[in-house]
C-alpha cells in the first residue's frame, strides 16, 4: 500500500507484495547539507546552500527548504542567492562527507555483499540473498533506514523495485525521508503516469524532442511506435527508452565499479582569452587527468576538450589516440589538437575540461609501440616525487610562471585595494570543501571555488 501527499512524494505505508522485488536504491537525503548540519542542529529548517560564493561558484547541494525558492545543484551560487537571499552558505567539507559516506556504505555491505556504490551517497543493493537472515526486501529497507539514522543522524530515502531503473525513481519519489516499494506486477502502472524527463537519458534536449512529438508521459513514450521514436532520437537511445518505458531493465548490481571515464573541469574568475593561458590551463588538467589515470592502473583511448565561452555557449572535441595512454604529455598536445579554431579574435573562455575515455587496465594488451616512453618515465618520476614530498614539488616551468602570474594580479589588486572581500558572515565556512543523489552536484575537490 502507499500514497501520495500533497507534492509529488510516494511513499509505502502498509503491506505490499515485494516477493519479486529484490533491488534497492538508496539515496541519502540532501547529503551534503545533512552532514552539516549534525555540527550546526541551529540551522536546521532553514535553507542551506552547500557551494562557493567566490567568483563564480556553483551549489552543491542544497536544503529541501532552499529547493522552495528554486535552487537547485549545479546553479551559480549568484542565481541561486538571487532566487534566495535569506540562504545561509557553507563552503563544505569533503573529509566529513567521505567518513559519513563510508560509514552508511558499511551498514549496505552488513546487510548483503551485493552493494554498487554510484556515488558518494547513494547505491543500489541486490538483497536476493539477505531474505533469510533479514527479511523481506521491503523489511530490509526499513531496517536500513532506522540503522543509517541510528548510527550516523542522517536519513536517506529507498526505492525497492524488481529492476535498478524502477527503484531508482522509486526512491526519487519517496524524497525526503521515505520509501516506496513498486511490486512487479504494477511496474508499468507506476511508470507510464509519470513525465518523460523520469526516463534516464531524457535530459533537457530530448525531453524538447519528445515533447514536440506529444510525447508527455512514460506512457506516451511506450505507446510509440517505434520508426517514429528512432526518427526522432535515433535508433540506439529509441531502443533503449522504449525498454525503460516498459520497466525494462536488464542489469545486475555490479561490485565492482569501472570507471568509464576521467576529467578535470575548471571555471574561471574572469573569462580568459589569451591563448598561451588557455594552454596552461590546459596543460594543468591534462596533468591532473594523468595522474588520476595512473593511480587507477588505466590508459585512455579517447581525449576529449570541453569548452564553455563567456555567452554560456558550449562545445566539446573529441580525438583517438593511436595508442592508449596515461601521459600528461600526449593527453595536452591532443586536447592542443582539438584546441585548434576554437579560440582567437577575442573569444573569451569562462570553462576548461579535459576528459579521458574508452579507458581501459594499463598494460591490458600489447602495445604496438610507444610512442611516450621518454614522458612516461618522467612523469612517474614526478609522481614518486609528488609521493615523497607533496603535490606541486615538481613540475612544468610554465605552470611555475601561471602561479607568479596570479600572484601579482593578487597583489596588484592588494594595491588597489580590491582584494579585500568582505568577510563571510559567521554562519559560513572558510574551508575550501557531488549526487550525486538527490541532486547534489558531483563533488570533485580538485576544482578550485567549485566552479565545475
Not at 535515433?234 to 527508452?241: K, M, T, V
Request: proline share 6%.
Amino acid at each position: 500500500m502507499s500514497k501520495q501527499d500533497g507534492s509529488s512524494r510516494q511513499v509505502t505505508t502498509g503491506p505490499v507484495d515485494d516477493s519479486a522485488t529484490p533491488i534497492l536504491h538508496v539515496d541519502m537525503d540532501a547529503f551534503f547539507v545533512s552532514v552539516e548540519l549534525l555540527s550546526r542542529p541551529e540551522l536546521r529548517g532553514k535553507p542551506v546552500l552547500v557551494g562557493g560564493t567566490a567568483g563564480r561558484g556553483v551549489v552543491a547541494a542544497a536544503s529541501y527548504e532552499a529547493r522552495r525558492y528554486g535552487v537547485n545543484s549545479a546553479m551559480p551560487m549568484s542565481v541561486a542567492l538571487q532566487r534566495c537571499p535569506n540562504a545561509i552558505v557553507l563552503r563544505g567539507d569533503y573529509p566529513s562527507y567521505s567518513t559519513y559516506s563510508k560509514r552508511v556504505m558499511e551498514i549496505f555491505g552488513q546487510i548483503t555483499p551485493l552493494v554498487e556504490p554510484l556515488s558518494i551517497d547513494e547505491a543500489f543493493l541486490d538483497v536476493s540473498g539477505a531474505r533469510r537472515l533479514h527479511g523481506t526486501p521491503a523489511e530490509i529497507a526499513w531496517t536500513i533506514r532506522e540503522r543509517v539514522q541510528a548510527e550516523t543522524g542522517l536519513t536517506c530515502s529507498i526505492g525497492v523495485a524488481a529492476t535498478k531503473y524502477v527503484a531508482k525513481v522509486a526512491s526519487g519519489r519517496a524524497k525526503p525521508d521515505g520509501m516506496l516499494v513498486v511490486p512487479a506486477h504494477e511496474t508499468v502502472a507506476f511508470l507510464h503516469p509519470l513525465p518523460v524527463s523520469a526516463l534516464w537519458g531524457v535530459g533537457k534536449v530530448t525531453e524538447e524532442s519528445l515533447l514536440r512529438l506529444g510525447l508527455r508521459t512514460v506512457g506516451d513514450v511506450a505507446a510509440m511506435p517505434p520508426g517514429a521514436l528512432e526518427r526522432a532520437v535515433g535508433p540506439s537511445l529509441a531502443a533503449r527508452l522504449a525498454h525503460l518505458a516498459r520497466g525494462e531493465d536488464p542489469r545486475a548490481v555490479h561490485t565492482a565499479r569501472v570507471e568509464k571515464s576521467i576529467g578535470h573541469e575548471q571555471t574561471f574568475g574572469h573569462d580568459l582569452v589569451d591563448p598561451i593561458e588557455i594552454r596552461r590551463e590546459l596543460l594543468q588538467l591534462s596533468g591532473n587527468v594523468a595522474v588520476r589515470l595512473r593511480k587507477a592502473g588505466l590508459v585512455a583511448r579517447t581525449v576529449s576538450l570541453k569548452l564553455r565561452y563567456g555567452d554560456f555557449r558550449t562545445l566539446t572535441r573529441s580525438r583517438t589516440l593511436g595508442e592508449p595512454t596515461d601521459v600528461a604529455r600526449r593527453i595536452y598536445d591532443e586536447a592542443t589538437e582539438a584546441l585548434v579554431g576554437l579560440i582567437g579574435d577575442g573569444q573569451r573562455v569562462r570553462l576548461i575540461g579535459v576528459r579521458a575515455e574508452n579507458l581501459r587496465e594499463s598494460g591490458s594488451g600489447a602495445m604496438l609501440w610507444d610512442p611516450d616512453e621518454e614522458w612516461r618515465d618522467a612523469e612517474r618520476t614526478i609522481d614518486r616525487v609528488s609521493a615523497k614530498f607533496g603535490r606541486g614539488a615538481l613540475r612544468p616551468a610554465s605552470l611555475v610562471q601561471r602561479e607568479q602570474v596570479r600572484e601579482q594580479r593578487r597583489a596588484a589588486r592588494s594595491d588597489a585595494g580590491d582584494s579585500a572581500a568582505p568577510p563571510p558572515p559567521a554562519a559560513r565556512r572558510t574551508r575550501p570543501g557531488r549526487d550525486e543523489g538527490d541532486g547534489d552536484a558531483p563533488f570533485d575537490p580538485t576544482a578550485a571555488g567549485w566552479g565545475w
